[in-house]
């Protein structure tokens, strides 16, 4: 069985980056909630389009998630979740569904997330995340890994930013507490640059 690893963090602390970074590495999935919703932005439910919640930078509700979270993982052997779960209930519910081999928080300051995520440029084609000033591509706009368009992300502008930011602190902070009450978090420093926070990552997951 491959490795189940949780990727808990504040919007722009670098879980996508390292995530395809480990799933590459170990074989696993990439579950991520946020380009599963991207990909279904206009798909009808009951509670409205997930576009609706996401363009002002708030959470998608739970029932939708979790249908995506579910199916994603009953798939996967093994996987790297990313951007779930984001409020505690959430986090009950994925404790229903499976276990966990390692549970990691990478954590950024505020100031710092305001400009990876102001700066972020993400491929249109794979996915792939850059940055204007900490990560830049080879050639302007285009995307090293496919060759595809570099973009920016409708709610990486400053005041989407912010309300995000503080949906976290609302929502997902409980969560990571949760997880330390229980004795199973290990924190990362998510400012040092992108292979050494990958080092220390690895070295988490090789331990469990
Ligand atoms: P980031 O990685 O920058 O935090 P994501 O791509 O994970 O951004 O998420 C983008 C948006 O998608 C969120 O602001 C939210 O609207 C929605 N979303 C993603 N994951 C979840 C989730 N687990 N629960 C509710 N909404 C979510
Ligand atoms: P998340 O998925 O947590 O929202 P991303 O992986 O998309 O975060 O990273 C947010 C932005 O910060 C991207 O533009 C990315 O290139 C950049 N970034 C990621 N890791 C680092 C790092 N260790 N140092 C500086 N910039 C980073
Ligand atoms: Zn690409």
């Known amino acids: 069985m491959g490795k189940r690893i949780l990727l808990l963090g504040a919007p722009g602390a670098g879980k996508g980056t390292q995530s395809k970074r480990l799933a590459e ?12 919703l991207r990909a279904n932005k206009d798909m009808e439910t009951e509670y409205g389009t997930p576009r609706s919640f996401m363009e002002k930078g708030e959470l998608v509700p739970d029932a939708v998630v979790n249908e995506i979270v579910e199916a994603a993982l009953e798939d996967a052997d093994g996987y ?28 950024v300051a505020e100031s710092e997330l305001v ?10 084609d794979c996915g792939t995340n850059f940055h204007v000033k900490f990560n830049q591509p080879e050639e302007e706009g285009v995307c090293d890994d496919c060759g595809g368009e570099l973009v920016q992300r409708d709610d990486d ?3 989407t930013v912010r309300e995000r930011l503080s949906v976290f602190k609302e929502n997902t902070e409980p969560v990571i507490e949760h997880y330390r009450d229980e004795g199973v978090l290990v924190e990362v420093d998510g400012e040092q640059t ?14 469990a």
């Open 80 to 107: 790297v979740l990313d951007g779930y779960p984001r409020n505690l209930s959430q986090a009950e519910y994925l404790t229903e569904i499976t276990d966990l081999d390692a549970v990691i928080y990478l954590k």
């Open 194 to 207: 992108p292979d050494e926070v990958f080092e220390d990552v690895q070295a988490v997951i090789d331990d």
């Open 115 to 124: 400009e990876r995520l102001t700066g972020r440029r993400v491929c249109d």
């Open 25 to 36: 590495t170990y074989g696993v999935e990439h579950v991520t909630t946020g380009d599963a």
């Open 157 to 159: 502008t400053e005041e």
